[in-house]
């Protein structure tokens, strides 16, 4: 095979995420080549991609053969173990020098391994999160590439040119080192669930508590996508509460039971931030509402237990409550990003992976799930200060927190008081309530500390740790 015939780039894994993004490759006039076993997927992508340099192969060695050296190719595996299985088949039939990338979802900490590894073999190899689902892979994503950076700068031509724009950049940068890439994506992901039990929480809040219909509900979304909340989720979200399933008159949301799944990276999100004791409560939460939603047979018993009234509508006025709703909506959702902003700096720290988090706010403004206009005020914020301690230490931010606190307060108290769960919300506003507080009452628990277990104490103004024998000695 000459080298006329060669292709620039390899994709394993011809899913739905890889056969697109081999497919946006293509269009932006680079040769690709997939290899899967299933020979299907390979011919589905020839099918899609016929007028450009695509090929399918369902054999691994016809497929490395296929590609000009130092080969790059990319693995779309599930995270886990199929990752390193796939490593280990590749590994035989590539030469030193080579470059690998896992553009999956792994956990980090397998990152840093196969890192190490990797290198000890003599290959380049990066971890690369990327965000925007099966549209963003076709069209544009976000991409975190983070690792060996001279395999980044290789494959910077093909990474800036299939990733979305916003205002002509392409959302790629690099992330930082090691397992940099994909600690980020993860963190991306942590906030995207803590966006999306928001999002549910408001529609409970307008369907249980306002009785506003589907429609109502549609054109709500709609108006605040219009606006300062414009973002994917809440765009999509209105999206929902327009379809229909063929021959049927009503939402095909109302079909669906309210069993959420997840495939792990809120649970891992969680996971880091209290080994980086960066408290994340917004997203904990969220992620221990889908464990909740799975318990439906445990949540219907309970129902016939602690059943009360009906609730009935919200006795307020409607027009100023959807007010409230919407400051309350951005107050969570900044407090939300100010939690994963705050732990990605904690983690560029104690990983030392050197991450600029005015980059990661720029690259997520386009092609990524959680991209939104706020995330431009995130950009600016670091801009101006790139040693920013804390999002909410920004003037710019602190002036909308102050703007929208009373809508929050309102929203949560009514809520609770007419029996409606706002978990994620309440956790956003009482982080912020302990975050602003000069003074935490954790002087208390100290000496609790120090009464039971003898864990000593500090104080005010003097230097040292102190214990107390809090009762006599019987």
């Known amino acids: ?63 490395i053969a296929s590609l000009t050296t130092p080969r790059a190719v990319m693995m779309l595996v599930p995270a886990g173990k199929i990752v390193d299985s796939v490593i280990e088949e590749l590994l035989p039939l590539l030469d030193r020098g080579d470059i690998l990338i896992d553009g999956g979802n792994s956990h980090f900490v397998d990152t840093n391994r196969r890192v190490d590894y990797l290198e000890s073999q003599g290959f380049h190899f990066f971890g690369m999160g990327i965000s925007g689902g099966e549209e ?13 950076k001279e395999a980044y700068n290789v494959m910077k031509p093909i990474l800036e040119a299939i990733a979305a724009k916003v205002d002509g950049s392409p959302c790629v940068t690099y992330i930082g080192r090691g397992s940099a890439g994909h600690f980020v994506k ?43 909340l414009q973002s994917f989720l809440i765009d999509i979200t209105k999206d929902i509460f327009k379809y229909k399933a063929p021959g049927t008159d009503h939402l095909l949301l109302d079909d669906i039971k309210d069993e959420a799944r997840a495939k792990g990276t809120g649970k891992w999100t969680s996971q880091a931030a209290m080994d980086l004791q960066s408290p994340i409560p917004t997203i904990d939460t969220a992620v221990a509402m889908r464990d909740l939603s799975k318990y439906k047979a445990l949540r219907e018993k309970a129902a016939t237990l602690y059943s009360e009234t009906e609730t009935s509508k919200l ?3 409607q027009e100023a409550f959807l007010a ?20 990605l700096s904690n983690a560029s720290v104690e990983y030392n992976y050197g991450l600029n988090l005015s980059e990661i706010a720029k690259i997520w403004r386009g092609g990524c799930i959680i991209r939104s206009s706020f995330l431009n005020d995130i950009y600016n914020a670091y801009v101006k200060d790139n040693g920013l301690a804390h999002l909410l230490l920004d003037d710019n931010v602190a002036k909308i927190v102050n703007e929208t606190t009373s809508g929050v307060r309102s929203v949560i108290s009514t809520a609770i008081s007419n029996g409606i769960a706002v978990p994620a919300f309440a956790a956003s ?32 103004g003097k230097e040292g740790v102190f214990h107390t024998q809090w009762v006599p000695k019987i």
């Open 324 to 343: 409230e709703l919407e400051e309350a909506f951005y107050f969570a959702m900044i407090i939300t990003y100010a939690q994963g902003m705050q732990m």
């Open 136 to 148: 963003g892979a076709r069209r544009g994503p976000s991409i975190m590439p983070g690792g060996d």
């Open 429 to 460: 506003l009482s982080y912020f309530d302990a975050f602003r507080s000069k003074r935490m009452l954790s002087n208390l628990i100290q000496a609790q500390r120090d009464f039971f277990g003898a864990h000593t104490y500090e104080l005010i």
């Open 315 to 317: 006795d307020v006025d």
């Open 186 to 228: 993860m963190v991306h992901n942590g906030i995207e669930y803590g966006l999306m039990q928001l999002i549910s929480e408001t529609y409970e809040i307008l369907k249980t508590g306002l009785k506003l219909d589907d429609d109502s509900i549609q054109q709500l979304f709609e108006k605040w996508n219009n606006g300062r």
């Open 1 to 63: 095979m000459s080298d006329q015939q060669k292709y620039n780039f390899g994709m394993i894994g011809l899913g739905t995420m890889g056969r697109n993004l081999l497919l946006n490759i293509g269009d932006h006039g680079f040769a690709g080549a997939g290899y899967d076993k299933d020979a299907s997927k390979g011919v589905l992508l020839e099918e899609e991609g016929k007028d450009i340099k695509v090929k399918g192969f369902s054999d691994v060695k016809e497929f």
